[in-house]
């Protein structure tokens, strides 16, 4: 990992004005790297900024458990040194892996073994804020809430991004309703999912980005609890869907303040209820009860949300003909994943260490975005081989199908997940993989590659434990 700095820079900056769009995890990470390089960072968010970890109604998916892998928790303290201790501070629980986590394999239950390593869990509104916080310290960043952006402004060769046309929401004061512009020597679109990019770009001239998208048509639906039925002698279960056969899948884990969060999801349409009786029922049909029994007698503290915007798209900006000088796209609006495997935030400060990178390597800003593009597409291959491998596994699901090559990678990857009850080694392995530690590469030397073909070979499937043993 090439360590992000994490200090202010004593060199001359690169440029005057930088503006991030969107206070999201990428856009604050975003705005955290730009603050090193550019004399001023200006960070629009459409919403209002609360002062404490409160929900915002431009994010629904923070209704929903966030996980922070152990590759993002690792960049995010190169960013900030006392991110740790701010995270201690507001309560968020560690969990190591695997011994304070109970999984269900394929086959069986994987090994409660230490593996010598932890990740967080918290509320998407406590975290955000945990980073605001850390960014207050910089007295180059600036927020600007309540802003709605309504189109890019270019020079008149329309070759250079200059700026932003904004129009003032609700919330702005004497603002209000009133339309303004925003002069940037360089801009960053963090604003997710919902990014206009596209649109603004072919308004542009440049025209629309290809996109690619596998979509497994997953649903989720989530609540919180003050309390379980019982005391439990761990802080997460994870009971995945058995592909391809099965659907349904949940996630009980230990949040910030000693609470529990429960998030229910189905692949192929098959959505969790977002009433009472429907959600427990839900609950109670996954392949094992563990996590029914945990919660029918729990005090919920929420409602129940539900979300269903979980496709995977990729905006291929890197092979645009043409691309904008002085402008980038981070985050889920260059490339956004399933949620259901809890790695967008972590993709995020990848997103943000490629920025780091490709400013420090720049005398001047030319070229910088198309470089970025290119780089934080190569930082995106992992995750979305992940994330669309894992997706592929039902017939249902939408998308291009990959080569033959990769088919039969899916196939050893399942039949490693069936060994993995029995052999730790091939748990470790692919724990440390999914949390973007190690590259798939490492599912495949010798030491797991000789177990697995012989299971293979053997055909040795195993009937999965759905019992509390």
Request: with cysteine; net charge negative.
């Amino acid at each position: 990992m090439q360590n992000p700095l994490v200090n202010h820079r004593s060199q001359t900056h690169i440029a005057d004005h930088a503006v991030v769009i969107g206070a999201s995890v990428a856009g604050l990470l975003a705005a955290r790297v730009l603050a090193d390089y550019f004399q001023r960072v200006t960070v629009l968010e459409r919403d209002t900024l609360p002062d404490q970890p409160e929900l915002r109604s431009g994010v629904p998916q923070a209704h929903h458990l966030h996980v922070l892998l152990r590759r993002g928790q690792q960049s995010l303290n190169q960013f900030f040194p006392h991110f740790e201790e701010a995270l201690d501070a507001a309560g968020v629980p560690t969990m190591n892996w695997l011994d304070e986590a109970r999984v269900l394999g394929v086959s069986g239950w994987l090994s409660q073994t230490n593996l010598g390593f932890s990740t967080r869990s918290c509320g998407r509104a406590l975290l955000e804020w945990v980073i605001r916080q850390q960014l207050a310290t910089y007295p180059n960043i600036t927020f600007q809430d309540n802003s709605q952006i309504d189109g890019l402004l270019a020079d008149e060769s329309k070759s250079r991004i200059t700026g932003l046309q904004i129009r003032y929401r609700r919330g702005a004061g004497e603002s209000a309703g009133q339309k303004d512009t925003l002069n940037a020597d360089f801009v960053v679109d963090a604003s997710g999912r919902g990014s206009h990019t596209p649109e603004w770009l072919e308004a542009l001239g440049f025209g629309k980005p290809e996109e690619t998208t596998v979509n497994s048509f997953l649903g989720y639906a989530s609540r919180i609890y003050k309390t379980l039925s019982q005391p439990v002698d761990w802080k997460a279960m994870n009971i995945p869907a058995r592909a391809p056969e099965g659907t349904r899948g949940g996630v009980l884990s230990v949040i910030e303040n000693n609470r529990w969060m429960l998030t229910l999801f189905g692949y192929v349409r098959d959505y969790p209820p977002t009433e009472e009786a429907g959600f427990v029922e839900f609950a109670q049909s996954l392949p094992t009860p563990l996590i029914y029994e945990a919660i029918k007698d729990g005090e919920p503290e929420t409602e129940i949300f539900g979300y269903q915007r979980t496709a995977n798209c990729a905006h291929h900006y890197e092979r645009m003909a043409r691309f904008p000088e002085h402008f980038a796209v981070m985050g889920d609006a260059a490339c956004c994943f399933n949620p259901v495997y809890g790695q967008g935030m972590t993709i995020s400060a990848l997103g943000a260490e490629t920025l780091d990178t490709c400013l420090r390597s720049a005398s001047d800003l030319e070229g910088l975005g198309k470089r970025f593009q290119q780089q934080l597409a190569k930082s995106n291959t992992l995750p979305w081989l992940l994330a669309t491998g894992a997706d592929l596994r039902y017939s249902a699901t939408e998308g291009k199908r990959p080569p033959r090559t990769s088919q039969l990678a899916q196939t050893y990857l399942s039949h490693l997940q069936d060994i993995m009850p029995e052999n730790i080694e091939a748990a470790e392995a692919f724990v440390r993989v999914m949390n973007l530690m190690e590259r798939p590469t490492t599912l495949f030397r010798p030491s797991l590659f000789v177990p697995v073909v012989k299971h293979m070979l053997l055909g040795n499937n195993k009937a999965t434990t759905t019992s509390d043993s």
